[in-house]
């Protein structure tokens, strides 16, 4: 096996290679500059601002100095914060996306798989119908418009929890729940559904006519091959929700990695933009290898080539 | 049966202890990774609008960024609450009487704050700095007023001891101007002017700017920078006099509901920035005690490009101009109380009487335009209006002057072209539009800051518009001594732009919002340049 992994960590090179060439050009061939403003620059400032940046010249030769650096782990420089390195950015907006998505990570996979099995065992019952619409709810209500709800209530009314910002345990609660509400309702759906698959094969029947009870039957059979399209769903929400979210980031206030997915794209911020997209596609990669480890972990049919 | 038994004890222990040692691991992450941070407590907390760029004077252009520097450093001349120039790093000057000689005379014993003591060479070596090409400051031009600053500047000289500015002892500077600039103590007290401490600069190049090796001259010093998390400058011991307020928080929160929301629960005691007021909220809590508006000098107008049909007919300009209700747009859209513009100098400007301008007539439009050979707006050709899409509301202008322009003159091909910020700014300069949806913020408190944009070529220019008496008057004006003298001419300037010719239409005049509660905040008083220095402010009832 480890000799997989490692053939599947090699293969990943040549896919981000391709990934940052692509988000590198795409950056450089939009129209304007990274450096336009309001007023016009002066000719020879801008030139030499393009030569600071290694932004001067045909575009081969630009990406091939790009290129040259992040083969050396350096991502250059931000074209937006002057002062700042990419890899500077990405160390200091990263981990706080990774402490909050980790958070949402958990609360989703805990009340995503106990709401789910709960309800799958309370087939068609007022609980499983309740429950799956406020699944549903949950998967249909985009986060900027459950944040800005869930701040009114429980941080404007009832003041129990703070409006936004960051350094202190209890700015995560708010941030962490919303994040995780369409995770978490994505999961229920998914365990109940194929909890309810499970249940019907003849393996359970079989447990059952042996006797043993249904706590047993539940979770030591079905939710262990119920759990297995979980996985796979789980795999690549773990690359969403830890690098973060522009959404819940920008509405709370948290310093995190999320909004330049999207702000160092229309800053035409060439670098920052490849070094977040380098970021979610090596946590992509990542989290698909270890959700098909995973797989093999928790059901022998699944054979890793 | 027992089996059963066994695995219900099983589950019971285990499901806690998975959630103990999960809440375990997870506060010892954050509180390694997450920037888990007890900063020490500050006096007074302000929303800025959001992160700077960076926190070097000579480099910044934004005005959030701007005020962040004017608090960490000082220039020869300052700004008291309500906006005037007063001594800063210098404590007195004179001028000569053609108004080209400056001469400066820094107080005694001034220091940066790491207690060496600044000096004359301090703000050559600093404006050498800022003019170098090398630099790349894209406000370097504000040196251009010094003779020989442009030919430096743009590398056609390559000694700086032929530019107009000498330290002929530590504490005098001697500045000579390349022609009569009435707005220069303006200026010198903008952070492009500002003095650096070279040695840091050079030591740690473009890390100087962080805590612990910046090295200031101004009323605060950079404590901490949290990247968009949060900055934290504190009183500089070394500076010229005490200030008031010892600790001041920055937050960059750029959601303006959020920066509303921190404002609300108490988390803030000051909204700088009118971005940062939501715009849904603007209208309905002007009237609250804790909102505060003053006029700003800032126009929103309309740019045409005149190199195209149907707007090279100034006919056809006139006629839009007159045509455009913008009291609807003011009073439907922007809602702020926006004094509506008809002419590009916001009022206010000491000695300044600004045209009259176009005012809304739309019988005249109407005839205009049929003038012009299309009447009712029968055969207006396909044009574009070109905005930014950054925030709501330009669109939302745009949409309503479509849709008035159709009301009163009969126009229907007017076509909306929203870009995205970077690409807006690319397009108007490349004069690749119909008719832009522009605004431009004063740069000092001089009307010239608008009427020169629209000189022959002009950087700013942007509409292809060009009137070689216009350049004319502009170069009389500027070796015009006389201040009423210079002013009639900027006048006749305007008078050419916003009536005769009309390459620009005024649409409205900005107002600047502040949110805070006067007996938490005091020293903050509205000014028309919008420029608040940090060393002001003063907690009601706290004595420094």
Not at chain 2, 499 to 521: A, H, M, N, R, T
Request: a neutral charge; charged letters at 20%.
């Amino acid at each position: 096996m480890t000799a997989l992994i490692l053939r599947r960590l090699v293969l990943s090179i040549p896919v981000l290679f391709i990934v940052i060439t692509l988000t590198f050009l795409l950056v450089r061939s939009a129209p304007g500059s990274p450096f336009a403003s309001e007023k016009k620059i002066p000719k020879e400032i801008r030139e030499q601002l393009e030569k600071e940046y290694d932004l001067n010249g045909p575009l081969w030769h630009q990406y091939a100095q790009y290129m040259w650096k992040v083969g050396h782990g350096d991502l250059s420089i931000s074209t937006q914060y002057r002062n700042r390195t990419v890899n500077e950015i990405i160390a200091q907006t990263l981990p706080v996306s990774v402490t909050l998505g980790s958070m949402a990570y958990f609360l989703a996979l805990l009340f995503g798989i106990t709401c789910g099995g709960w309800a799958a065992i309370r087939h068609n019952e007022w609980g499983d119908r309740s429950l799956m619409l406020i699944a549903l709810l949950g998967i249909s209500i985009p986060t900027f418009v459950s944040a800005p709800v869930m701040v009114m209530i429980f941080a404007i009314k009832l003041h129990l929890l703070p409006v936004a910002g960051w350094g202190s345990p209890d700015q995560i609660i708010l941030p962490a729940i919303c994040l995780s509400i369409p995770f978490a309702a994505t999961i229920a759906r998914l365990t109940r559904g194929s909890l309810l698959e499970v249940l019907k094969l003849d393996f359970i029947r079989t447990a059952r006519a042996k006797g043993l009870s249904e706590d047993a039957v539940l979770f030591r059979h079905a939710l262990k091959v119920a759990i297995l399209p979980v996985i796979g769903y789980c795999g690549p929400a773990a690359a969403g929700i830890l690098t973060g979210s522009i959404v819940i980031e920008t509405l709370f206030g948290i310093p995190g990695i999320g909004p330049f997915f999207v702000n160092s794209a229309l800053d035409l911020d060439p670098f920052v933009t490849s070094g977040v997209v380098l970021v979610f596609s090596s946590f992509l990669i990542l989290f698909n290898l270890l959700a098909d480890i995973l797989y093999f972990v928790v059901d022998r049919r699944v054979k890793l080539e | 049966m027992g089996g059963s038994a066994s695995f219900r004890l099983h589950k019971a222990f285990v499901v806690p202890a998975f959630l103990a040692g999960a809440l375990v691991l997870f506060l010892a992450f954050f509180y390694f990774f997450g920037g888990w941070t007890l900063s020490a407590p500050a006096d007074l907390t302000l929303c800025n609008g959001d992160e700077p760029q960076t926190l070097d004077p000579g480099i910044v252009t934004g005005q959030l960024e701007g005020r962040i520097c004017l608090a960490l450093f000082e220039g020869l001349t300052t700004r008291n609450a309500k906006g005037d120039i007063i001594p800063g790093q210098a404590e007195r000057w004179e001028h000569s009487p053609d108004g080209l000689t400056y001469t400066f005379h820094l107080r005694s014993g001034i220091k940066w704050s790491n207690g060496d003591p600044l000096t004359a060479s301090d703000f050559v070596n600093s404006w050498e700095r800022t003019l170098n090409p090398v630099t790349h400051s894209e406000y370097s031009y504000q040196l251009y007023y010094l003779v020989n600053g442009e030919a430096y500047g743009t590398g056609k000289l390559n000694d700086f001891s032929q530019v107009g500015v000498k330290a002929p002892d530590e504490h005098t500077l001697v500045i000579t101007l390349s022609h009569p600039t009435a707005y220069f103590l303006e200026l010198t007290s903008f952070q492009t002017l500002c003095p650096v401490h070279l040695a840091t600069v050079k030591k740690y190049g473009r890390d100087w700017v962080k805590p612990g090796r910046m090295v200031s001259n101004g009323p605060y010093v950079l404590k901490e920078w949290r990247f968009k998390d949060y900055i934290l400058v504190e009183a500089n011991p070394y500076y010229w006099r005490p200030v008031p307020v010892h600790r001041i928080k920055v937050l960059p929160t750029n959601n303006a509901m959020t920066c509303f929301n921190i404002f609300y629960s108490h988390k803030a005691d000051l909204i700088l920035d009118t971005r940062s007021v939501p715009s849904i909220l603007k209208h309905d809590i002007k009237e609250e005690p804790y909102s505060h508006s003053n006029p700003f000098g800032a126009t929103s107008f309309i740019r045409f490009n005149v190199k195209r049909k149907p707007f090279d007919d100034p006919r056809v300009r006139k006629a839009l101009a007159l045509a455009l209700d913008k009291q609807d747009i003011v009073t439907k859209i922007t809602r702020a109380g926006e004094p509506i513009a008809n002419s590009l100098c916001p009022p206010g400007y000491h000695g300044y009487t600004a045209p009259r301008g176009l005012v809304y007539d739309p019988a005249e439009a109407r005839r205009l335009l049929a003038e012009a050979g299309y009447p009712g707006g029968r055969g207006f050709p396909d044009v574009n209006l070109l905005y930014a899409t950054r925030g709501a509301e330009p669109q939302q202008v745009a949409t309503e002057m479509q849709a008035l322009w159709k009301r009163d003159l009969g126009i229907a091909s007017i076509h909306l072209r929203g870009q995205e910020w970077g690409v807006y700014l690319n397009t108007q300069q490349m004069v690749d539009f119909d008719l832009s949806l522009s605004a431009w913020i004063g740069d000092y408190n001089d009307p010239q800051t608008f009427i020169d944009m629209f000189v022959t070529d002009g950087g700013n220019n942007q509409t292809g518009w060009s009137d070689p008496q216009y350049d004319q008057m502009l170069a009389k004006s500027e070796s015009t001594a006389d201040p009423a003298q210079r002013m009639q001419i900027l006048s006749n300037m305007e008078k050419i732009l916003v009536e005769d010719e009309v390459p620009v239409i005024p649409v409205y005049f900005w107002v600047g919002i502040s949110l805070y509660f006067s007996d938490k905040v005091g020293g903050f008083e509205p000014n028309f340049v919008d420029d608040h220095r940090w060393g002001e402010f003063y907690i009601p009832g706290k004595k420094p």
